[in-house]
């Protein structure tokens, strides 16, 4: 089956610690997607890749840090400077250069603070 | 920078019934997409429809249609006949045509409740 995937489902994070979430696509895609959300608020972007071995920063990239290696993965880590992980990411990819681009979503990881 | 508002954090219908959530828009674009998102209590975030701002045609996907108003900048999303399914958050996003690879902008949500 076609899709995107996030593991794990969820993940806890102790005081000083880096996590890192996976997120892979088989879809082809180009680009790929890090979107945070906070409970009762909208997706705002971490960071974005447009191609291999390239990203960019979004809205709220300070405490993260990015890769994208393989066209297929762009993971995330959280690190310790970022005081307040607690959230719900969302991982998402797309086709560029084609019209609309429509972002397609994986099913996300909870991270929580221990 | 663009900014997406949905000011109806709540709403309700009855089922079968049809319900109207509204979003709108600022930006300074001409050429840009728009997308409706639905997140049931699973959380996974699914396109229900989507827009191009150059097409005067309204988007329609079986029982969920909008009603695009480029000059007010607003991008309702109607749900006819509404299931018990459709109660979720709705997410209202943007989208520049500007650039490939952009990233979306989304409103706060909205909370779908459907009554029996």
């Known amino acids: 089956d076609g899709g995107i995937t996030q593991s794990p489902k969820y993940l806890f994070r102790k005081e000083g610690q880096n996590v890192t979430l996976s997120c892979e696509q088989n879809?082809?895609?180009?680009?790929m997607y890090w979107y945070r959300q906070d409970p009762g608020q909208g997706l705002r972007l971490i960071y974005y890749?447009?191609?291999?071995?390239?990203?960019q920063k979004g809205d709220i990239a300070e405490g993260y840090s990015v890769s994208r290696e393989k066209k297929e993965s762009f993971p995330l880590t959280v690190t310790s400077a970022q005081k307040n992980p607690t959230a719900f990411y969302l991982c998402a990819s797309s086709i560029i250069g084609q019209g609309i681009e429509t972002q397609y979503f994986g099913p996300g990881t909870r991270l929580l603070v221990l | 920078a663009q900014t997406v508002t949905q000011s109806q954090p709540e709403m309700s219908v009855q089922e079968a019934e049809t319900v109207t959530l509204s979003c709108t828009y600022d930006t300074s674009e001409s050429d840009y997409y728009l997308f409706w998102y639905k997140q049931p209590p699973s959380r996974q975030m699914i396109l229900v429809i989507r827009?191009?701002?150059?097409?005067?045609q309204n988007a329609t996907e079986n029982r969920f249609s909008v009603n695009f108003q480029k000059a007010a900048k607003s991008f309702s999303l109607k749900i006819s006949d509404s299931q018990l399914g459709d109660a979720a958050m709705y997410f209202c996003?943007?989208?520049?045509?500007?650039?490939?690879?952009?990233?979306?902008?989304f409103g706060e949500g909205t909370q779908l409740t459907v009554n029996p």
């Open positions: 827009q191009e701002a150059y097409k005067q």
């Open positions: 879809l082809n895609h180009d680009a």
């Open positions: 890749s447009q191609i291999v071995n390239d990203f």
């Open positions: 996003a943007y989208r520049s045509a500007e650039t490939s690879g952009s990233r979306l902008t």
